[in-house]
T-cell receptor
Framework: EDQVTQSPEALRLQEGESSSLNCSYT??????LFWYRQDPGKGPEFLFTLYSAGEEKEKERLKATLTKKESFLHITAPKPEDSATYLC???????????FGTGTRLQVFP | NAGVTQTPKFQVLKTGQSMTLQCAQD?????MSWYRQDPGMGLRLIHY???????DQGEVPNGYNVSRSTTEDFPLRLLSAAPSQTSVYFCASRPRGAGTGELFFGEGSRLTVL
């Protein structure tokens, strides 16, 4: 059964303090791993797709990386506006379903 | 460009009542899905559809029905509401195709069952 585990559950950072979020996954053939951002009271918003081990994607202060067992979302010099819940999801071959992790709630303080 | 529109945004039901959550998208996406989001449980897939006339079950389908008569609409029906169905419900869509996982989400429908 496809499974996604995210850690930590919550993370508090000072503005400018870089850190990483982890997404561990098990899937029978990875078609893609996806990162989303969710603000309170809103629907998730797509950030990145990673397809194969070694791949990296960047967007502003965020960089996502992928290995065969996990993905990291690195946040460099975060700002308060980066505060949100970050969700990881996977899709396996021969399926249309996306399976989500429970998310990491990030708070960045000035 | 409206994207994915969900109605209602908020609803309170009594146990045993039925209702329909509406979802419409204007992006001509073939794939549509319903998730529920609960604290500590993350997003869990209820039902999904890969095109008009085709639906399938997700992880937590019990107590919910769906139909897909058009590409644009994918309503979620609660047959007999239970307190365990108190949750935030999200509809999401995407183009169907290899490798695509970029789901477009609605704003959510917050349901309370008393």
């Amino acid at each position: 059964e496809d499974q996604v585990t995210q850690s930590p559950e919550a993370l508090r950072l000072q503005e400018g303090e870089s850190s990483s979020l982890n997404c561990s996954y098990t899937v029978s053939g990875l078609r893609g791993l996806f990162w989303y951002r969710q603000d309170p009271g809103k629907g998730p918003e797509f950030l990145f797709t990673l397809y194969s081990a070694g791949e990296e994607k960047e967007k502003e202060r965020l960089k996502a990386t992928l290995t065969k067992k996990e993905s990291f979302l690195h946040i460099t010099a975060p700002k308060p506006e980066d505060s949100a819940t970050y969700l990881c999801a996977v899709r396996g071959y021969n399926t249309d379903k996306l399976i989500f992790g429970t998310g990491t709630r990030l708070q960045v303080f000035p | 460009n409206a994207g994915v529109t969900q109605t209602p945004k908020f609803q309170v039901l009594k146990t045993g009542q039925s209702m329909t959550l509406q979802c419409a998208q204007d992006m001509n996406h073939e794939y549509m899905s319903w998730y529920r989001q609960d604290p500590g449980m993350g997003l869990r897939l209820i039902h999904y559809s890969v095109g008009a006339g085709i639906t399938d079950q997700g992880e937590v389908p019990n107590g919910y029905n769906v139909s897909r008569s058009t590409t644009e609409d994918f309503p979620l029906r609660l047959l007999s509401a239970a307190p365990s169905q108190t949750s935030v419900y999200f509809c999401a869509s995407r183009p169907r195709g290899a490798g695509t996982g970029e789901l477009f989400f609605g704003e959510g429908s917050r349901l309370t069952v008393l």
